[in-house]
């Protein structure tokens, strides 16, 4: 919402490099080509284990998606909401007051 608001179209995204390559996608793929986004990585130490889960995040993202037009934030969103444990109370159940 924020950035129709301010008709932002630049975008910089920092986070963790053992975070970086599944961010990236899931930036370029929500926002498509309507944006110029600059990424930024800090060096943070990445060990297998966090090599294994980002994998299979991205591919679990891959997944969710699959069939979204990157860029189509009315149908991302729907499918978050629909497919995602994170965002359709398989995990964390907003109805409750108990999620904080």
Do not use: W
């Amino acid at each position: 919402d924020i950035l129709p608001t301010y008709n932002l179209k630049n975008l910089a995204i920092v986070t963790s490099f053992y975070h970086g390559e599944r961010t990236e996608e899931i930036f370029r793929f929500v926002y498509g080509n309507e944006f110029k986004l600059s990424f930024f990585f800090c060096d943070i130490p990445l060990d297998e284990l966090n090599r294994k889960s980002e994998m299979d995040s991205l591919i679990s993202f891959r997944e969710t998606f699959f069939g979204v037009k990157a860029g189509d934030i009315d149908n991302i969103y729907l499918r978050l909401v629909q497919n995602h444990p994170y965002y359709n109370g398989e995990i964390f159940n907003f109805n409750d007051n108990n999620y904080y």
